[in-house]
């Protein structure tokens, strides 16, 4: 497809455009790298909350959510209810202790509460992860480009690294959440378009497709069986992806970093409680799609899934919308990339580059260091990406196995942390070990979904951890003051005021506006129930 014509050529070209002159303009905030990481702590929190949005939804859902309803069906939106749930845990036990620390990297907390090794050990983690998560997002982007220009998909690769590393450079934190507001709202005009056609071109209409498609089984949300190879199960969806998302939103230093750029706690709490409202409907959109692709295509086999829409959106032939929904695709890729480049460097910086190589230098120098790690970062991120040109499935079904194997050590660090009292460092390390090879067993000798993997490598990883931490370094006779019941009592004994502003400072906590989250999460259950039993 390559008459891409002058009109979608311009509006591409001048998202592209406006993105580099934000940054640039953006740049001149940026004096030193607390600037670059935390943006001076003056951003608004409803930017923040449409930046977490846009990172974690808007990243691969255009593409890679039809793909994976179109295949599956509806019954992986439960994959996707469970926000509210991950949410409330996130900003009750989580979320204060980092934005407390005053630090921007999230892993300064395992050093506080077990020592550098810990820090080190799964700050390279996070790394090695966010390597594969950046690879297919350039891989999706390129996709795009190539698909309705003809561009060399390693040439296109190669565009879109450039184009995302030069605005985060220059902008830092701040240039991320900005260009994210930006971004996402290009990706749902595209949606809702896309939807809006599609609606109108159904053979049946709405209501007909629906009834098809409910007697082929597509519109069915809630997929009971208790087999463990199943992936869009509710068991999986309020269970395993519950503990999933927790780890996700809790310490994803991509994910957390931008709400330490808020004003206070408050506003990095509104930030998630935006998330965990809005979720649901945005993956009941990108999910509803793929159901009614299947019914506008017939249920025809695709080569690639992840060109549905494109291939749809090429068919309409309606001016400029190819160039509105190549920019938005671009945008969902953008807006993942951007975060991944600034949380590695400045987890590279702070966890590796001033602890090991260059301590006590000033604020200007580490701006120039982390600049210089993004854009290290930028180039290396290149070679996953062509690696991923070679796969057909969804690409969001295949970015969730790859975190998952991930999350388990993640959840046992950051956990054990909080809530044992007896947990050592090095047992720490034996049990994020033995939680690796137990998933490293699983995947190649027996059949079980990848949702369950966080809850399995998790679960070894907590389980040996403590026990190996009993064995090596015995009973501890104080819970440690970054533990939940520590920070608690330290408050407690110096008389430190526990709220502010109305929303609680220490771990342990619950606010108010945090029950609603919970209220909202049967309400969405109850909303897919009647939805089904209407069609």
């Known amino acids: 497809m390559s008459d891409f014509g002058t009109l979608n050529w311009t509006i591409l070209l001048v998202y592209i455009l406006g993105n580099l002159v934000l940054g640039f303009f953006l740049s001149k905030r940026v004096h030193t790298a607390q600037d670059y990481y935390l943006g001076q702590r003056t951003t608004p929190w409803w930017a923040i909350g449409v930046s977490v949005i846009a990172t974690y939804i808007g990243a691969l859902t255009f593409l890679g959510g039809p793909a994976w309803s179109y295949v599956d069906g509806f019954s992986v939106i439960f994959i996707h209810i469970n926000y509210p749930i991950a949410i409330f845990i996130v900003i009750t036990l989580f979320l204060p202790f980092f934005y407390n620390s005053g630090c921007a990297s999230i892993f300064d907390y395992l050093e506080r509460r077990f020592g550098l090794t810990s820090r080190t050990v799964l700050s390279g983690v996070f790394l ?14 390129a996709l795009v480009l190539e698909f309705i220009t003809g561009i060399d998909v390693v040439t296109a690769i190669m565009i879109v690294a450039v184009v995302a590393v030069t605005y985060t450079m220059l902008g830092g934190i701040a240039a991320v959440i900005w260009t994210d507001v930006i971004q996402t709202g290009i990706l749902f005009l595209g949606a809702f378009i896309t939807a809006f056609l599609l609606i109108g071109e159904l053979p049946d209409g709405l ?36 503990i999933y998302h927790v780890v996700v939103y809790g310490v994803n230093q991509m994910m957390v970093q931008r709400t330490l750029a808020a004003k206070s706690i408050g506003d990095a709490k509104k930030a998630y409680i935006m998330m965990g409202y809005v979720a649901f409907f945005i993956f009941f959109l990108f999910f509803g799609l793929g159901i009614l692709f299947y019914g506008y295509y017939g249920g025809k086999p695709f080569d690639n899934e992840n060109l549905i829409v494109l291939d749809f959106v090429a068919a309409m032939g309606f001016p400029g919308l190819m160039g509105i929904v190549t920019a938005a695709i671009v945008a969902a890729s953008m807006s993942s990339l951007d975060s991944s480049l600034n949380s590695m460097a400045t987890v590279t910086t702070l966890d590796f580059y001033e602890k090991f190589f260059k301590k006590g230098a000033s604020p200007e120098h580490y701006l120039k260091a982390s600049r210089w790690f993004t854009f290290m970062w930028a180039v290396l991120m290149v070679v996953p990406a062509i690696m991923f040109t070679k796969s057909g499935g969804s690409v969001i079904e295949i970015l969730s196995k790859i975190g998952s194997f991930f999350v388990g050590a993640k959840l046992a660090m950051f956990g054990l942390g909080f809530f044992s009292k007896h947990t050592s460092e090095r047992g720490l390390l034996v049990g994020v070990v033995a939680g690796f090879l137990s998933l490293a067993y699983i995947e190649y000798n027996m059949q079980i979904a990848w949702p369950w993997y966080c809850a399995i490598g998790g679960g070894v990883s907590v389980t040996v951890g403590w026990i190996a931490s009993l064995l090596l370094d015995g009973r501890q006779s104080d819970y440690n003051p970054y533990t939940v019941k520590g920070q608690l009592s330290r408050y407690k004994e110096e008389g430190l005021p526990e709220m502010q502003d109305g929303w609680y400072v220490v771990s342990g906590r619950v606010d108010k506006a945090s029950y609603g989250l919970l209220v909202f999460f049967v309400v969405c259950v109850a909303l897919l129930w009647i939805l089904d039993s209407m069609i």
Request: aromatic share 10%; proline share 6%; hydrophobic share 40%.
């Open 207 to 242: 209501p007909g497709t629906l009834q098809s498609l409910k007697e082929v089984g597509k519109t069915n949300p809630f997929e009971t069986t208790l087999d463990p190879a199943k992936v869009g199960t509710i068991w999986t969806g309020i269970v395993a992806m519950s």
């Open 128 to 141: 090695f992860g966010n390597i594969a998560y950046s690879g297919i997002m350039l891989y999706t982007t």
